[in-house]
Structure formats: C-alpha cells, structure tokens
C-alpha cells in the first residue's frame, strides 16, 4: 500500500463458484479523477517535465543507447526524445514494460507480471499520464484502505478518509474512527510516535535509514500491535519483507506522502494490460519525435573504447549499437551484466548490498471487478503477491498455487475451501521474478547509485537508483527523468565532436553573423556559462577535499552538489560498514 507492488511471485487466479457456494462478493466502484495538479510535488514533477520540452534545441542531437524497456528505461527515453535527442530503447524481450509487463494465453485472457496500483501520491507517473494525454486510463477507486484481521478470518477492517478534510487531518481521522484493529490508546500512542515524522519532514525520514520498523516503533513508544496488525502487511506490501528486516525510512516515504498530501493514498487501476494501456503509448511518443524501440534485442556483451569508455553495445543477433552516451535501465542484478561485460563500476559495488529476494499474500485483488479489460460478471480474476518467496521461488507453480488457495481459505472461508468445494479453480498463471526489488534494509540507501556513473558517457536508471522514492513504478519514472537530466545538461557543457573530441558549448554556434543571433543562441549561451562555473566549483570543492583526509570526503561532496542544483558529478565508492 504505498507503492507500486513489483513481484517476487506473482499469481493470476481465475475462481468460479461451483453449485450451492457463494460468489466473492466485491463491490468496486470507479470515482472521479482527484484534484492532484495542488499537490506541490506534482507541480515540481510538472516543472521537471516541461524543462525537457522547453530547453534550447541541440544543434547536434545525441544518439542515447538505452537497454531496457521497463518504465526507466521508457522514461529515460521519452524525456530525452523531448530535450530534441535521439534515444534508441533495446529491450531484450518481446514485450514492453519490464516488470509491468504482461502477456496474453491461448485463450485471450491477460497475465500480468505483478499486480500494480497507481497512488495519488505518484506525481511523476501522474504527469507522465497526463503528457500522453491518457489519464481517463486510470481508474480511481474509493479512497479506503481495507485490511484482512488476521485473528478473525472472513472479517476485513477499513481506514476510510473523509474527502471533506484536508491532510494530514483526513489520515488522523481516517486512524481514530477505525475500531477493530486499535484501541484508543494504541491510536493516540501510534499518532504521538509519527509526530516526528510528521514535522521532520523528508529530511527527518532519510535520517531514519539505519532502524528497521520494529526497532523504530520500540524507540517511539508504539505498542507492538500496531506493527501486528498494520506495518506486517504494509511492510510485505512496500518490499516483500517483514517490519524486523525492513528499514524504517521506506515506511515513513509512503506514511509521509499520504499525510502530507490529502490524495496521497488513494488509489487507481489501470483500465487494462499496461503494455498496451501505458507502454505502447510511450513509444509511439518516443518514435514520434524520431526515437526508435525495438524489442528482442538483448545485448550480448558491452564493447569498450581502449581508455574503458562504452564503445558500443554488441547485440545476440550480432548487430552492433553505436550511440554518443549509453544507459543501462535494466534491474538491479542488471549490475552483474554489467560488471561481467567488463565496465570498470567500482561505484556499484556498494549496490550488491541492494539485492534480495524478498509467508504469503500481502496484497490481492479481484481485477474482474476493478479493471475494465477483465470485467466479467460471472468470474473472479485474482491477482495476488506471494511475498516474501525465497522460499518459495523454486517450488512448482502446483505446489505455489496450493498454498495461496489455503491462504486464501483463511482470507475468505465461506467462500474459498482448500479443497476447492466450494470455488474452483480454472485456471492460473505464476510469474516469478528472482530478484524484483532491492531489499529495502538498515543502512542501504548510501548504497544506491547515482543516475551518472564515474564513466564518461555511461550512466543508469532504474527504481534502485538514488531518487527520493522507493522501488516503485514511481521510482523506476523518476529515476528516467534524472537520467535523462543528467544527460541532456552534459550535452550542455560538451558534445562529441566529429573525431570523438570533447567541443566546447560556445564553438557549436558555428560563425553566426550578430544579425543572426537567435533567442535560443543567446540561451544556450547563457545556459553554458551558468554550468560550466557549476562544473568549475564542484572540481575546486573535491580537489580541496582530497587534501582534508579527515574530513568526510563523500558527505561534503554531496553536499555542494546539493546546494548547487540536487546531482552529484564526481562520485566515490559507497562506504559500508
């Protein structure tokens, strides 16, 4: 619940009553589209968007080799496209998406890689929407959270939030009148301990990196069966884990969104299979402005330049991928690829600590009622996250789909029976995904690599990336939009000349006669001097730093990158402790 739910494994259940059972009973009604265009970080991810649409034009566009189509890597592309760039997007299947990705059987039915729900609290997926001119997608739901009580099977607790309030009073409200699952002293224990949260802000939610959520919520004095009965199944749900393993800073960026912004936790279904209600219509725009994407195109091996640069991408088919930068936006163990193709990466190495494979079903629903694609009156299509799976992941799909009946059975037992008596089964399909997120523990976020790697030409992107996000769909746009950032302003302090020689910004106006000059010339210039004196001052602030070995190297470098404009250019090997 707070985040997009990207599956370790993932099944797709079909249920239909047999003679005398009752049918699940689920009422799912679509609300209007909110009102998220206040929100303030929809209007930073509004203005984030558009400075690619409105930047200076390049006089020699870059050619940007992207592998994987996933949504990092459909964003990197897209936003490129629109700075005037030419991405060309490899992605190794036949299908878009990466893990929104889906796929149709022999019967026409769709299965989905995992079951994925678009929060309010997404501003850049919400814009990337409204840039493709498709936010009618959506479907919004009610704005409740429904929780399965644990200790009494077949009864289901709600947190309705009042549409009347304001955030975060609408959260506060929609916490003191729920009254199955706290008393009233948990609640008022629970709301003191998230005070700190409340007003700290993201900066006070970062700092919380190195607790898990249980040590966290002994610390602030909240009773254990808040973690009980709520932060086991969000914790399953954010990151396949339990709140002992979890880092605390995943839950509060979820809890803080939702009680900052009134919209924050409500939800929306996307009307149908997300290759072709969201992927297709992200290439189409990339190809529009002469972007290509092509599918079944896995990269075999990562050929280098003699001084370790990326010279080009050798594909399975023997083609090779020539390009003026590369991106690699593919899973987080798409750093192994890496690694073993070569590319010296020493600033991912930290990022090993990011993997995981992460007992049953967090999160379920019913997409026969929730998506207009799959509506059927008469049948029930389940999509459930089994999580966390390691050990599960290499158990038959038989002996998978044997546990989450009899999980469901607890869930709903006067409709679903073990034994299938009562609903039978008429089909199912299970996606496994090894390794879907990284493992969201203490201490990891240092971890996270930056969106421009220490190669020149060579950079990332991918929800395990460093953006303020988590591993969500949100996070996967987001980390696009830096890539394509990080990449569009080095074009603007150089481009590869004709002989692969760094030119200078000023020298590609060519011989302009003054009468010529142009309000995007003068633009460009102006944008050149203002980042090559940021360029300039980052250079003097490491070179001073490496001589105060006692002082910390990677914080102050941070640091005056942060104060300049959020990047940081020259980057060191993570420390782990």
């Known amino acids: 619940m707070g985040h997009s739910f990207r599956n370790p494994c993932t099944n797709s259940v079909k249920l239909r009553p047999q003679r005398g059972a009752c049918p699940l009973k689920v009422v799912c009604v679509d609300y209007p589209r909110p009102d998220l265009e206040s929100a303030q970080n929809f209007i930073d991810a509004a203005i984030l968007s558009s400075s690619f649409q409105t930047s200076p034009r390049p006089v020699k566009p870059l050619k940007v080799v992207i592998a994987g189509a996933g949504l990092a890597g459909l964003s990197t592309a897209k936003y490129l496209a629109d700075a005037g760039h030419v991405p060309i997007l490899l992605e190794a299947r036949d299908v878009l998406g990466g893990k929104v990705a889906a796929w149709k059987d022999d019967d026409g039915d769709w299965y989905e890689t995992g079951l994925h729900i678009f929060f309010g609290a997404y501003p850049n997926v919400q814009n990337l929407f409204g840039e493709l001119n498709i936010s009618d997608r959506l479907q919004?739901?009610?704005?409740?959270?429904?929780?399965?009580?644990?200790?009494?099977?077949?009864?289901?607790?709600?947190?309705?939030?009042?549409?009347?309030?304001?955030?975060?009073?609408?959260?506060?409200?929609?916490?003191?009148?729920?009254?199955?699952?706290?008393?009233?002293?948990?609640?008022?224990?629970?709301?003191?301990?998230?005070?700190?949260?409340?007003?700290?802000?993201?900066?006070?939610?970062?700092?919380?990196?190195?607790?898990?959520?249980?040590?966290?919520?002994?610390?602030?004095?909240?009773?254990?069966?808040?973690?009980?009965?709520?932060?086991?199944?969000?914790?399953?749900?954010?990151?396949?884990?339990?709140?002992?393993?979890?880092?605390?800073?995943?839950?509060?960026?979820?809890?803080?969104?939702?009680?900052?912004?009134?919209?924050?936790?409500?939800?929306?279904?996307?009307?149908?299979?997300?290759?072709?209600?969201?992927?297709?219509?992200?290439?189409?725009?990339?190809?529009?402005?002469?972007?290509?994407?092509?599918?079944?195109?896995?990269?075999?091996?990562?050929?280098?330049?003699?001084?370790?640069?990326?010279?080009?991408?050798?594909?399975?088919?023997?083609?090779?991928?020539?390009?003026?930068?590369?991106?690699?936006?593919?899973?987080?163990?798409?750093?192994?690829?890496?690694?073993?193709?070569?590319?010296?990466?020493?600033?991912?190495?930290?990022?090993?600590?990011?993997?995981?494979?992460?007992?049953?079903?967090?999160?379920?629903?019913?997409?026969?009622?929730?998506?207009?694609?799959?509506?059927?009156?008469?049948?029930?299509?389940?999509?459930?996250?089994?999580?966390?799976?390691?050990?599960?992941?290499?158990?038959?799909?038989?002996?998978?789909?044997?546990?989450?009946?009899?999980?469901?059975?607890?869930?709903?037992?006067?409709?679903?029976?073990?034994?299938?008596?009562?609903?039978?089964?008429?089909?199912?399909?299970?996606?496994?995904?090894?390794?879907?997120?990284?493992?969201?523990v203490p201490n990891c976020e240092p971890c996270r690599p930056l969106q421009r790697s220490p190669i020149d030409g060579f950079y990332l992107a991918g929800d395990f990336t460093k953006q303020k996000y988590l591993a969500s769909m949100e996070g996967a746009v987001l980390s696009g939009k830096l890539c394509a950032q990080a990449i569009t302003q080095n074009a603007s302090v150089a481009l590869p000349g004709g002989d692969g020689s760094k030119v200078p910004f000023p020298n590609r106006l060519g011989k302009i006669s003054p009468t010529k000059l142009s309000v995007s010339h003068i633009q460009n210039v102006i944008q050149w001097i203002i980042l090559s004196a940021q360029v300039r001052l980052r250079f003097k602030i490491c070179r001073i730093m490496s001589y105060l070995p006692l002082v910390d190297k990677e914080l102050w470098q941070k640091q005056a990158s942060d104060n300049l404009n959020g990047e940081v250019v020259l980057q060191q090997q993570p420390r782990v402790a």
């Open 140 to 440: 919004w739901k009610e704005h409740s959270m429904i929780f399965a009580m644990p200790n009494k099977p077949g009864e289901f607790s709600r947190f309705d939030f009042p549409e009347v309030l304001p955030a975060p009073l609408n959260g506060i409200w929609a916490i003191l009148k729920n009254n199955e699952m706290l008393t009233w002293p948990e609640k008022v224990k629970f709301a003191v301990g998230l005070l700190p949260a409340m007003v700290g802000g993201q900066a006070y939610v970062e700092a919380q990196d190195g607790l898990t959520v249980k040590k966290w919520m002994k610390k602030q004095g909240v009773p254990e069966r808040v973690t009980t009965e709520v932060f086991i199944a969000m914790s399953k749900a954010l990151n396949f884990i339990n709140p002992d393993e979890l880092s605390m800073q995943c839950i509060l960026i979820a809890l803080n969104r939702f009680l900052q912004e009134k919209h924050g936790s409500k939800m929306a279904f996307l009307d149908g299979n997300p290759p072709e209600r969201l992927c297709i219509p992200i290439a189409n725009h990339i190809r529009s402005l002469g972007g290509e994407v092509h599918l079944n195109s896995r990269i075999k091996k990562i050929e280098l330049n003699g001084d370790g640069t990326v010279k080009s991408f050798l594909l399975n088919d023997g083609h090779t991928v020539e390009g003026d930068a590369y991106v690699f936006a593919t899973p987080v163990n798409g750093r192994k690829e890496v690694v073993s193709f070569g590319v010296k990466v020493d600033y991912l190495r930290g990022s090993a600590l990011l993997e995981g494979e992460s007992p049953l079903l967090s999160v379920y629903a019913d997409m026969s009622v929730t998506c207009k694609e799959y509506y059927n009156p008469n049948q029930s299509m389940l999509e459930l996250v089994f999580a966390p799976a390691e050990e599960w992941i290499s158990c038959t799909d038989a002996e998978i789909i044997d546990a989450t009946v009899k999980e469901l059975a607890k869930l709903f037992p006067d409709e679903i029976s073990a034994d299938q008596s009562k609903t039978k089964i008429v089909k199912y399909h299970v996606v496994k995904t090894p390794r879907s997120v990284y493992k969201t």
